[in-house]
């Protein structure tokens, strides 16, 4: 099993929908959470930091975190074609070293 | 956030042949590291580099493969030696990024696309 599983898409919805990505992860360990955007031929680009459990809210994006259930979540509101990447959760435990474990990533569509 | 620059963007190499990547970052940081993001696949981490020290390498990754230096605070290199096809994939470097009192996420550079014949 994976330390951390993202269904890999393709998801295509229409412009202005509401978006819900989604990540689970095995190592209780976890304490910060992150969401990348990747733009074709880019690297990824830092969306949203979060620490342990709760909320976090940033203009159209929310990023929620569930600890006792291993799941986080990435929304988008009001979905615009500008949107369309691959969207990569992370996570980490807080250690020495820093390292990041990634999922595979969402490949997102957003229709015009 | 920090700006990374990496060289070169992308090439095309022959097998058996080495690569050298570099990686500029704007400000003096503590931790770089090295991913490669093949098709399909997660980012994994290939090694781990500290100013002053020699880096530290990922399960399944040995530095006579992918020898880094590390100079000084704003600058590393990644070869990738003795290439072969399966070698061909986006390398990245990252650096640590202080938010919220803590360092435990990483801001990107843009990549370098190898694809090796």
């Known amino acids: 099993q994976k330390e951390v599983e993202q269904d890999p898409g393709p998801l295509s919805v229409p412009e202005g929908a509401i978006v819900s990505l989604n990540c689970t992860y095995s190592?209780?360990?976890?304490?910060?959470f992150m969401w990348y955007r990747q733009y074709s031929r880019k690297g990824p680009e830092l969306l949203m930091y979060t620490y342990s459990s709760g909320n976090k809210e940033d203009g159209r994006f929310t990023a929620q975190v569930d600890k006792s259930s291993k799941y986080i979540s990435l929304f988008i509101r009001d979905s615009q074609p500008s949107d369309s990447a691959t969207y990569l959760c992370a996570m980490s435990d807080g250690g020495a070293t820093n390292k990041l474990i990634f999922g595979t990533g969402t490949l997102l569509a957003v229709q015009p | 956030s920090a700006v990374i620059s990496q060289k070169p963007s992308r090439d095309i190499c022959q097998r058996g042949t080495s690569l050298t990547i570099q990686c500029q970052v704007d400000s003096q940081v503590t931790m770089m590291f090295w991913y490669r993001q093949q098709p399909g696949q997660s980012l994994t981490l290939i090694a781990t580099?500290?100013?002053?020290?020699?880096?530290?390498?990922e399960s399944g990754f040995v530095i006579d493969k992918f020898p880094i230096s590390r100079p000084n605070l704003t600058f590393s290199t990644l070869t990738v030696s003795n290439m072969s096809p399966e070698d061909s994939s986006i390398y990245l470097c990252s650096v640590e990024a202080l938010l919220g009192g803590n360092t435990d996420t990483q801001y990107f550079g843009p990549g370098t696309r190898l694809t090796v014949l």
């Open positions: 190592n209780s360990a976890f304490q910060y």
């Open positions: 580099a500290n100013q002053g020290s020699e880096a530290t390498y």
